[in-house]
């Protein structure tokens, strides 16, 4: 993989950008406010019989009347019976044959290949080249709430499994507690920008473990048992054939793939490295994502990557693809390529946190909501430059059995479907939001998990790619955001089209030992250059998987963030800069800024 220059691998301009407001609590804003849907009662059990369409009503479909938080992952963990009924459900739902139209697969396709009609949902009229796009909603004010009926869908069939395989459980105390354990169930999420559990990294363990212990019965009692980590991939049974799953390497993979050793048929998955680039861009992330929900006060900027008229400062779509990209890597892998991401077990972790942000999000932004855009990108039902705003339908996803579609007005209140998260229960005037957002992202942030010094705690099996030293340097780190007048940023817009494995651009500020584009690429060298300040990701879309990434002549721009103020406080502490008002600070990253740029080889 090498490192590409600016003219062969895209249209980029990078900008660094000022934003004059305080980094106090106060920029935050709570309000309690609720905007209830009162045409659909929130607990409604599925008639299945006679159905003509599947209504997707998330756990309360199957009769559970109880709205529960889902957990972020590691914490889901600390409860064995809760951890345990949910691999087992997953890896049940992972097996069902894939032409079930509930199963894993059909479940996953919905978001991008097969490029295939769900639940009776036609496409668009078929363009001469085929479709290039699933349902899903990228580089859209649709992106945020098009996720949530999918995530409620995908919540309700792991909560199915898990269900049935309690269910066949002999009676006994193993069935009592897990029985117990199961009303609580809901999808975890993974908050890659919180400050992590003491000793551990950015990147959960759970998902890096090719196998897993669960506990089964045996006989009257119980006992533990390895399986197959439904968490680290998922096994196509059988692997689709190229007319449907596109050509190399999607169609010799058996299971999906992480930051891929190569593009052939025995390539590995290289976890070790997606923790590390994930930790050494964790400062980076937090200040995003802080940044994000502090400053941005109108939902069509949070909601996508697009760039709007003079930039955005953020989105959850950006941070969304950052991610994306390191998981999947240029290499590509499934995470990278939004036709293949959802197969990947990550997505559903990942994609549950984003959902997470907006309903935090929108707490303290209640009156901000869809407006009516054009959005760039076509999916599976809409053409490019389509219109939408909070009454378009949700494609494919059914409210109901006389065929009407969830709508991003109708999906505002998250509880509908029977969920809602941690930061959001239990506040009061001394507890409040903006206090929560403040401690998991903001100045001196700290692992808010309830792990505890002297606690065991699950570490990952692998090194990680850093030394001991540089590990405890980098879980204990968090953004130091000054009370200074400016934070800054650096802006950077691309021209998404022609890369099927997406790419990453790596800022640095100061003196670099990093060889001249042309040379070997090694992200791990880069990121441990004293110069690196972080970087973003832009996830590849509309891909045929084949090397084709649509009409080489379709221009869609996207947006991404690298947080500047801590590096700048860092040279501050150090003499290099003299000081962080802006003309101090515009001359020094004039003389000292720099950037790469990787893509797929």
Not at 174 to 199: C, N, Q, S, Y
Not at 304 to 320: K, R, T
Not at 469 to 491: C, D, L, T, V, W
Not at 522 to 547: C, E, I, K, Y
């Amino acid at each position: 993989m090498a490192s590409m220059t600016l003219t062969r691998a895209l249209q980029l301009l990078l900008v660094v950008g000022l934003l004059c407001s305080s980094t106090h609590s106060k920029i935050l804003r709570a309000h309690r406010r609720w905007h209830a849907v009162t045409d659909i009662h929130t607990h409604i059990r599925r008639q299945d019989v006679g159905a003509d369409f599947f209504p997707v009503l998330g756990v309360p479909g199957l009769g559970l009347n109880t709205t529960a938080p889902r957990l972020e992952i590691r914490e889901l963990q600390r409860n064995p019976d809760l951890f345990n009924v949910y691999l087992l459900g997953l890896q049940r739902w992972q097996n069902t044959s894939q032409d079930d139209k509930l199963s894993y697969f059909q479940v996953a396709g919905i978001h991008g290949r097969p490029f295939l009609p769900w639940d009776g949902v036609a496409g668009r009229p078929q363009p001469p080249e085929g479709y290039k796009e699933g349902y899903c909603h990228h580089s859209s004010n649709l992106f945020p709430t098009w996720h949530r009926p999918f995530l409620a869908l995908v919540e309700e069939r792991v909560y199915h499994h898990a269900r049935d395989v309690v269910a066949e459980f002999p009676e006994g105390d193993l069935k009592a507690r897990m029985t117990a354990a199961l009303p609580a169930l809901r999808l975890p999420f993974w908050d890659a920008a919180a400050v992590p559990p003491i000793g551990t990294g950015s990147y959960p363990w759970s998902v890096q473990r090719k196998t897993i212990e669960v506990e089964l019965p045996d006989g009257s009692g119980s006992v533990k048992a390895t399986i197959l980590n439904p968490l680290y991939s998922y096994t196509f049974h059988p692997l689709p054939s190229k007319d449907i799953f596109g050509k190399l390497p999607w169609t010799q993979w058996q299971t999906t793939i992480r930051y891929p050793t190569n593009r052939s048929a025995n390539a590995q998955s290289q976890d070790s490295k997606i923790a590390f680039q994930l930790d050494l861009n964790l400062v980076n992330l937090r200040q995003r994502t802080y940044q994000m929900m502090a400053m941005q006060k109108d939902y069509h900027n949070i909601s996508n990557n697009v760039v709007s008229i003079g930039g955005v400062l953020d989105s959850l779509e950006s941070v969304h693809d950052t991610i994306h990209n390191t998981v999947g890597s240029s290499g590509p892998g499934h995470m990278t390529n939004a036709a293949y991401s959802a197969f990947d077990p990550v997505f559903w972790l990942l994609h549950t946190n984003i959902d997470r942000m907006t309903a935090i999000w929108q707490a303290l932004n209640p009156d901000s909501w869809v407006t009516n855009h054009s959005n760039p990108t076509a999916t599976f039902t809409s053409d490019a430059d389509a219109y939408a705003d909070e009454n378009t339908p949700l494609h494919p996803f059914h409210r109901n059995q006389a065929g009407d579609f969830w709508t991003s007005a109708s999906v505002r209140d998250h509880t509908i479907f029977g969920y809602t998260y941690p930061e959001l229960v239990g506040l009061s005037e001394d507890d409040t939001l903006v206090r929560r957002v403040n401690q998991l992202y903001g100045e001196n942030a700290t692992s808010q998990f309830t792990w505890k010094l002297g606690d065991p705690v699950p570490l990952a099996n692998a090194d990680n790619g850093y030394t001991h030293n540089e590990r405890q340097s980098i879980s204990m780190s968090s953004p130091q955001i000054g009370k200074h007048q400016y934070q800054y940023f650096a802006n950077i817009k691309v021209q998404k089209s022609g890369s099927e494995g997406g790419y990453k651009i790596f800022v640095f500020v100061g003196p670099t030992s990093i060889a001249t584009a042309g040379s070997t690429y090694d992200a791990t060298l880069w990121m441990r250059d004293p110069s690196f300040v972080g970087f973003t990701g832009f996830q590849s879309t509309n891909s045929h998987g084949d090397g084709y990434a649509g009409d080489p002549n379709a221009k869609s721009d996207a947006n991404g963030v690298v947080a500047m103020t801590k590096a700048l406080e860092d040279r501050l502490r150090t003499g290099e800069l003299a000081s962080l008002d802006e003309d101090a600070v515009d001359k020094y990253l004039h003389d000292n800024m720099s950037w790469r740029i990787t893509t797929v080889r």
